[in-house]
């Protein structure tokens, strides 16, 4: 539901606004950009701002890979 989708977005800390529409009705979305590493577990393991090439991303994602533990 929009309202679980709000709260799960809280929940990340994540920004996202609709603005004006067009006269055709479309708008543009302003957000956040993040990506979000979760575990088989469905628990946040780590998550990456623009500032992160996709190398450091990959160090860092084979890292969580390999020290991985269930709860």
Do not use: F, N, W
Not at 4 to 29: C, F, K, M, N, T
Not at 41 to 56: E, F, I, R, S, W
């Amino acid at each position: 539901s929009p309202e679980e989708v709000r709260a799960a977005g809280g929940d990340y800390r994540v920004y996202a606004s609709a603005g004006p529409r067009d006269e055709d009705g479309d708008y543009l979305v302003d957000h956040s950009v993040l990506i979000y590493l979760l575990g088989p577990d469905g628990l946040l393991l780590d998550c990456y701002g623009p500032a992160k090439t996709a190398a450091q991303i990959a160090r860092s994602v084979r890292r969580h890979m390999e020290t991985y533990r269930p709860l």
